[in-house]
């Protein structure tokens, strides 16, 4: 067991990253390159909907689509299947022995969000997955049935309360991130100009805000489901940006956060070439 364990030590210690060698670090930023292109779209997608124009949910399955109807796409997301799964490792990695630079509970905490980011990055690759094989077709499971199958379970009002408790936890984790820039400390950006660095922070900083919000509304979404005992409040991130949508300052404001969603899909290309963690 301390074979491998020192032998990862070492490549994460003489790699760039905490990236467990050099091939999963090339591919773990192509993920996030893929990462950033779908929420690109995505905050395309919401864009449309903030302004009547229908077209696929902007959530990343729509995008997904999307991007599959392109020319190319499917190859693009064919290579981006392997760079998702790829940083998807290299996050487990930099939450079991990374984040040298950091200690105690900010080092904790980096390696949890490491872990969520890892089941992100993972969760995309089997939609893209599913997307790719067929499996994935328009009567697709839903978060109402998900949710409704829930409801079903003995203590189902209770697991779906705590995983709306989850869902407003890391909407919570991710507003201190955005707040306190802590991200920056995950990019080696030294050698960049003045100019350069505050661009990635502000779009850091907006796009964690803004992807904030839709995750605590989905979050909302199923705590009112869970108190109700009504699958119908439920949903996903697309339920999620047409319910703010409909709110008084309306499409302005899903205008707003699709501008946020567009912020951290560009701040996922910098990170894609500055990332350490």
Same mark, same amino acid.
């Given at each position: 067991?301390?074979?491998?364990?020192?032998?990862?030590?070492?490549?994460?210690?003489?790699?760039?990253?905490?990236?467990?060698?050099?091939?999963?670090?090339?591919?773990?930023?192509?993920?996030?390159?893929?990462?950033?292109?779908?929420?690109?779209?995505?905050?395309?997608?919401?864009?449309?909907?903030?302004?009547?124009?229908?077209?696929?949910?902007?959530?990343?399955?729509?995008?997904?689509?999307?991007?599959?109807?392109?020319?190319?796409?499917?190859?693009?997301?064919?290579?981006?299947?392997?760079?998702?799964?790829?940083?998807?490792?290299?996050?487990?990695?930099?939450?079991?022995?990374?984040?040298?630079?950091?200690?105690?509970?900010?080092?904790?905490?980096?390696?949890?969000?490491?872990?969520?980011?890892?089941?992100?990055?993972?969760?995309?690759?089997?939609?893209?997955?599913?997307?790719?094989?067929?499996?994935?077709?328009?009567?697709?499971?839903?978060?109402?049935?998900?949710?409704?199958?829930?409801?079903? /379970?003995?203590?189902?009002? *209770?697991?779906?309360? !705590?995983? $709306? %408790? +989850?869902?407003? &936890?890391? @909407? =919570?984790?991710?507003?201190?991130?955005?707040?306190?820039?802590?991200?920056?400390?995950?990019?080696?950006?030294?050698?960049?100009?003045?100019?350069?660095?505050?661009?990635?922070?502000?779009?850091?900083?907006?796009?964690?805000?803004?992807?904030?919000?839709?995750?605590?509304?989905?979050?909302?979404?199923?705590?009112?489901?869970?108190?109700?005992?009504?699958?119908?409040?439920?949903?996903?991130?697309?339920?999620?940006?047409?319910? /703010?949508?409909?709110?008084? *300052?309306?499409?302005? !404001?899903? $205008? %707003? +956060?699709?501008? &946020?969603? @567009? =912020?951290?899909?560009?701040?996922?290309?910098?990170?894609?070439?500055?990332?350490?963690?």
């Amino acid at each position: 067991m301390a074979g491998p364990l020192a032998r990862l030590r070492r490549l994460v210690r003489e790699g760039r990253s905490d990236a467990p060698g050099q091939v999963v670090d090339g591919l773990g930023r192509i993920g996030l390159v893929g990462y950033g292109v779908v929420h690109l779209v995505v905050a395309w997608l919401a864009l449309q909907v903030a302004f009547g124009v229908p077209d696929a949910p902007p959530d990343a399955a729509g995008a997904v689509g999307t991007i599959a109807r392109t020319p190319g796409g499917v190859f693009a997301l064919a290579v981006a299947v392997v760079g998702l799964v790829a940083f998807a490792v290299w996050q487990v990695t930099a939450a079991a022995i990374g984040f040298r630079w950091v200690h105690g509970n900010e080092r904790m905490r980096k390696r949890v969000g490491a872990i969520a980011k890892s089941i992100a990055m993972s969760g995309l690759a089997g939609i893209v997955i599913e997307y790719l094989t067929g499996i994935r077709t328009a009567n697709g499971t839903t978060v109402q049935q998900l949710a409704a199958h829930v409801l079903e /379970l003995p203590a189902g009002r *209770v697991l779906l309360g !705590l995983a $709306a %408790v +989850v869902l407003i &936890g890391i @909407a =919570a984790a991710m507003t201190y991130t955005g707040v306190r820039r802590t991200f920056m400390g995950d990019l080696d950006v030294r050698r960049l100009a003045p100019g350069v660095r505050n661009a990635i922070e502000v779009v850091g900083v907006v796009g964690h805000l803004a992807r904030a919000l839709a995750i605590g509304v989905v979050g909302g979404l199923a705590a009112a489901a869970a108190l109700s005992a009504d699958p119908g409040w439920a949903g996903g991130l697309d339920t999620a940006l047409r319910a /703010l949508g409909s709110t008084g *300052v309306g499409s302005w !404001l899903l $205008a %707003v +956060v699709a501008a &946020g969603f @567009a =912020a951290f899909g560009l701040f996922c290309m910098a990170d894609a070439a500055t990332r350490r963690a």
